[in-house]
T-cell receptor, first 113, second 116 residues
Framework: AQSVTQLGSHVSVSEGALVLLRCNYS??????LFWYVQYPNQGLQLLLK??????LVKGINGFEAEFKKSETSFHLTKPSAHMSDAAEYFC???????????FGSGTKLNVKP | DAGITQSPRHKVTETGTPVTLRCHQT?????MYWYRQDPGHGLRLIHY???????DKGEVSDGYSVSRSKTEDFLLTLESATSSQTSVYFC???????????????FGPGTRLTVL
Protein backbone atom coordinates (compact mmCIF):
# COMPACT_ATOMS: atom_id res chain seq x y z
CA ALA A 1 0.00 0.00 0.00
CA GLN A 2 1.06 3.54 -0.65
CA SER A 3 1.08 6.29 1.93
CA VAL A 4 2.44 9.77 1.96
CA THR A 5 3.11 11.80 5.08
CA GLN A 6 3.56 15.53 5.04
CA LEU A 7 4.91 16.80 8.33
CA GLY A 8 3.33 20.07 9.37
CA SER A 9 -0.10 21.05 8.11
CA HIS A 10 0.92 24.72 8.38
CA VAL A 11 4.35 26.25 7.86
CA SER A 12 5.11 29.94 8.26
CA VAL A 13 8.26 31.65 7.01
CA SER A 14 9.39 35.21 6.51
CA GLU A 15 9.85 36.62 3.05
CA GLY A 16 13.39 35.83 1.90
CA ALA A 17 13.79 32.88 4.25
CA LEU A 18 14.35 29.25 3.31
CA VAL A 19 11.28 27.19 2.57
CA LEU A 20 11.37 23.52 3.60
CA LEU A 21 8.28 21.35 3.21
CA ARG A 22 8.64 17.74 4.25
CA CYS A 23 7.33 14.64 2.53
CA ASN A 24 7.96 11.02 3.47
CA TYR A 25 6.52 8.05 1.69
CA SER A 26 6.13 4.37 2.35
CA UNK A 27 6.42 2.02 -0.54
CA UNK A 28 7.63 -1.47 -1.12
CA UNK A 29 8.86 -0.59 -4.57
CA UNK A 30 10.68 2.47 -5.92
CA UNK A 31 8.09 5.20 -6.20
CA UNK A 32 7.54 8.06 -8.54
CA LEU A 33 7.14 11.33 -6.66
CA PHE A 34 5.44 14.63 -7.36
CA TRP A 35 4.89 18.01 -5.75
CA TYR A 36 1.84 20.07 -6.62
CA VAL A 37 0.83 23.57 -5.56
CA GLN A 38 -2.71 24.83 -5.07
CA TYR A 39 -3.57 28.50 -4.91
CA PRO A 40 -6.88 29.50 -3.29
CA ASN A 41 -9.95 28.40 -5.21
CA GLN A 42 -7.89 26.81 -7.95
CA GLY A 43 -6.92 23.35 -9.11
CA LEU A 44 -3.55 21.73 -8.55
CA GLN A 45 -0.52 22.69 -10.61
CA LEU A 46 2.58 20.54 -11.02
CA LEU A 47 5.71 21.97 -9.40
CA LEU A 48 8.12 19.14 -10.11
CA LYS A 49 8.41 15.38 -10.39
CA UNK A 50 10.89 12.57 -9.89
CA UNK A 51 10.59 9.46 -12.02
CA UNK A 52 14.09 8.20 -12.78
CA UNK A 53 17.59 9.62 -13.10
CA UNK A 54 18.99 12.54 -11.13
CA UNK A 55 17.72 12.59 -7.57
CA LEU A 56 17.80 16.39 -7.30
CA VAL A 57 14.89 17.72 -9.27
CA LYS A 58 14.33 21.35 -10.18
CA GLY A 59 10.87 22.69 -10.75
CA ILE A 60 9.04 25.89 -11.48
CA ASN A 61 9.19 29.10 -9.43
CA GLY A 62 12.63 28.26 -7.99
CA PHE A 63 11.55 25.13 -6.11
CA GLU A 64 13.54 21.94 -5.99
CA ALA A 65 13.30 18.57 -4.26
CA GLU A 66 15.69 15.74 -3.56
CA PHE A 67 14.74 12.08 -3.64
CA LYS A 68 16.50 10.25 -0.79
CA LYS A 69 15.75 6.57 -0.99
CA SER A 70 17.53 5.72 2.28
CA GLU A 71 15.33 8.21 4.13
CA THR A 72 12.18 7.58 2.02
CA SER A 73 11.89 11.33 1.67
CA PHE A 74 11.20 13.88 -1.04
CA HIS A 75 11.38 17.25 0.71
CA LEU A 76 10.60 20.45 -1.17
CA THR A 77 12.85 23.48 -0.78
CA LYS A 78 13.24 27.01 -2.03
CA PRO A 79 16.17 29.19 -0.94
CA SER A 80 14.23 32.43 -0.62
CA ALA A 81 10.49 32.67 -0.04
CA HIS A 82 8.37 35.17 -1.91
CA MET A 83 4.94 36.43 -0.93
CA SER A 84 3.53 34.78 -4.05
CA ASP A 85 4.60 31.36 -2.71
CA ALA A 86 1.79 31.41 -0.18
CA ALA A 87 -0.35 28.43 -1.12
CA GLU A 88 -1.04 24.82 -0.19
CA TYR A 89 1.48 22.21 -1.30
CA PHE A 90 0.80 18.54 -1.87
CA CYS A 91 3.21 15.65 -2.19
CA UNK A 92 2.06 12.65 -4.21
CA UNK A 93 3.41 9.20 -4.98
CA UNK A 94 2.66 6.74 -7.75
CA UNK A 95 3.87 3.31 -8.69
CA UNK A 96 2.59 3.73 -12.21
CA UNK A 97 -0.33 1.31 -12.05
CA UNK A 98 -3.05 3.02 -14.10
CA UNK A 99 -1.14 6.19 -13.31
CA UNK A 100 -2.91 6.39 -9.92
CA UNK A 101 -1.60 8.97 -7.48
CA UNK A 102 -1.73 8.96 -3.68
CA PHE A 103 -1.61 12.37 -2.06
CA GLY A 104 -0.41 13.62 1.28
CA SER A 105 -2.70 15.74 3.42
CA GLY A 106 -1.08 18.97 2.31
CA THR A 107 0.96 21.78 3.88
CA LYS A 108 -0.24 25.37 3.86
CA LEU A 109 2.64 27.78 3.45
CA ASN A 110 2.26 31.25 4.89
CA VAL A 111 4.83 33.90 3.95
CA LYS A 112 5.16 36.85 6.31
CA PRO A 113 6.34 40.24 5.10
CA ASP B 1 -2.96 24.85 -19.29
CA ALA B 2 -4.50 21.50 -20.02
CA GLY B 3 -7.98 21.80 -21.51
CA ILE B 4 -10.09 20.55 -18.63
CA THR B 5 -13.42 21.98 -17.60
CA GLN B 6 -15.74 20.95 -14.81
CA SER B 7 -19.41 21.70 -14.50
CA PRO B 8 -21.07 22.95 -12.48
CA ARG B 9 -18.43 24.91 -10.56
CA HIS B 10 -20.67 25.32 -7.56
CA LYS B 11 -23.73 23.39 -6.47
CA VAL B 12 -25.94 23.32 -3.41
CA THR B 13 -28.31 20.40 -3.09
CA GLU B 14 -30.37 18.61 -0.49
CA THR B 15 -29.79 15.26 1.15
CA GLY B 16 -31.22 12.40 -0.86
CA THR B 17 -31.14 14.07 -4.25
CA PRO B 18 -29.08 12.73 -7.16
CA VAL B 19 -26.18 14.86 -8.39
CA THR B 20 -24.04 14.52 -11.49
CA LEU B 21 -20.76 16.32 -12.00
CA ARG B 22 -19.16 16.55 -15.40
CA CYS B 23 -15.54 16.62 -16.44
CA HIS B 24 -14.71 17.50 -20.03
CA GLN B 25 -11.25 17.40 -21.64
CA THR B 26 -9.98 18.54 -25.01
CA UNK B 27 -6.57 16.80 -24.72
CA UNK B 28 -7.62 13.31 -25.87
CA UNK B 29 -5.89 11.82 -22.81
CA UNK B 30 -6.65 8.21 -22.03
CA UNK B 31 -6.83 8.38 -18.24
CA MET B 32 -9.32 10.40 -16.19
CA TYR B 33 -9.78 10.59 -12.43
CA TRP B 34 -12.19 11.96 -9.87
CA TYR B 35 -10.91 13.10 -6.48
CA ARG B 36 -12.46 14.72 -3.48
CA GLN B 37 -10.59 17.23 -1.36
CA ASP B 38 -11.35 17.64 2.32
CA PRO B 39 -9.38 19.54 4.97
CA GLY B 40 -6.77 17.34 6.58
CA HIS B 41 -7.17 14.58 4.01
CA GLY B 42 -5.55 15.99 0.91
CA LEU B 43 -7.00 14.52 -2.26
CA ARG B 44 -8.53 11.07 -2.24
CA LEU B 45 -9.27 9.08 -5.36
CA ILE B 46 -12.94 8.23 -5.90
CA HIS B 47 -12.95 6.52 -9.30
CA TYR B 48 -10.78 6.48 -12.36
CA UNK B 49 -11.05 5.53 -16.02
CA UNK B 50 -8.43 4.02 -18.29
CA UNK B 51 -10.48 4.19 -21.47
CA UNK B 52 -14.00 4.51 -22.84
CA UNK B 53 -16.31 2.33 -20.73
CA UNK B 54 -13.30 1.21 -18.63
CA UNK B 55 -13.57 2.40 -15.06
CA ASP B 56 -12.54 1.22 -11.61
CA LYS B 57 -12.92 2.16 -7.97
CA GLY B 58 -10.53 4.28 -5.97
CA GLU B 59 -10.09 4.44 -2.21
CA VAL B 60 -13.34 6.29 -1.37
CA SER B 61 -15.84 5.02 -3.94
CA ASP B 62 -18.82 4.21 -1.69
CA GLY B 63 -21.84 6.29 -2.67
CA TYR B 64 -20.40 7.29 -6.04
CA SER B 65 -20.66 5.94 -9.56
CA VAL B 66 -19.02 7.02 -12.80
CA SER B 67 -19.48 6.69 -16.51
CA ARG B 68 -17.33 7.35 -19.54
CA SER B 69 -19.07 6.95 -22.88
CA LYS B 70 -16.68 9.24 -24.78
CA THR B 71 -12.98 9.90 -24.44
CA GLU B 72 -13.58 13.53 -23.55
CA ASP B 73 -16.24 13.16 -20.85
CA PHE B 74 -16.13 11.57 -17.42
CA LEU B 75 -19.23 11.84 -15.23
CA LEU B 76 -19.40 11.43 -11.48
CA THR B 77 -22.81 10.64 -9.97
CA LEU B 78 -23.93 10.77 -6.38
CA GLU B 79 -27.03 8.58 -6.49
CA SER B 80 -28.43 9.95 -3.22
CA ALA B 81 -26.34 12.77 -1.84
CA THR B 82 -25.47 12.85 1.87
CA SER B 83 -23.97 15.62 3.98
CA SER B 84 -20.72 13.64 4.22
CA GLN B 85 -20.31 14.16 0.48
CA THR B 86 -20.00 17.90 0.92
CA SER B 87 -16.58 18.52 -0.55
CA VAL B 88 -14.59 19.99 -3.39
CA TYR B 89 -14.37 17.60 -6.32
CA PHE B 90 -11.51 17.63 -8.79
CA CYS B 91 -11.15 15.93 -12.10
CA UNK B 92 -7.72 15.06 -13.44
CA UNK B 93 -6.40 13.65 -16.71
CA UNK B 94 -3.21 12.01 -17.86
CA UNK B 95 -1.76 10.22 -20.83
CA UNK B 96 -0.69 6.61 -20.62
CA UNK B 97 2.19 5.83 -18.29
CA UNK B 98 5.53 6.50 -19.88
CA UNK B 99 8.28 3.93 -20.24
CA UNK B 100 10.15 5.61 -17.41
CA UNK B 101 7.22 5.92 -15.06
CA UNK B 102 3.83 7.54 -14.63
CA UNK B 103 2.78 10.61 -16.51
CA UNK B 104 1.78 13.88 -14.87
CA UNK B 105 -1.83 14.35 -13.88
CA UNK B 106 -3.42 17.65 -14.89
CA PHE B 107 -6.24 19.02 -12.80
CA GLY B 108 -9.45 20.83 -13.53
CA PRO B 109 -10.63 23.89 -11.57
CA GLY B 110 -12.86 21.92 -9.20
CA THR B 111 -16.53 21.79 -8.23
CA ARG B 112 -17.63 22.90 -4.79
CA LEU B 113 -20.58 20.76 -3.69
CA THR B 114 -22.63 21.46 -0.60
CA VAL B 115 -25.21 18.93 0.56
CA LEU B 116 -27.68 20.36 3.07
Amino acid sequence: AQSVTQLGSHVSVSEGALVLLRCNYSSSVPPYLFWYVQYPNQGLQLLLKYTTGATLVKGINGFEAEFKKSETSFHLTKPSAHMSDAAEYFCAVSRGDFNKFYFGSGTKLNVKP
Amino acid sequence: DAGITQSPRHKVTETGTPVTLRCHQTENHRYMYWYRQDPGHGLRLIHYSYGVKDTDKGEVSDGYSVSRSKTEDFLLTLESATSSQTSVYFCAISESPLAGGPDTQYFGPGTRLTVL
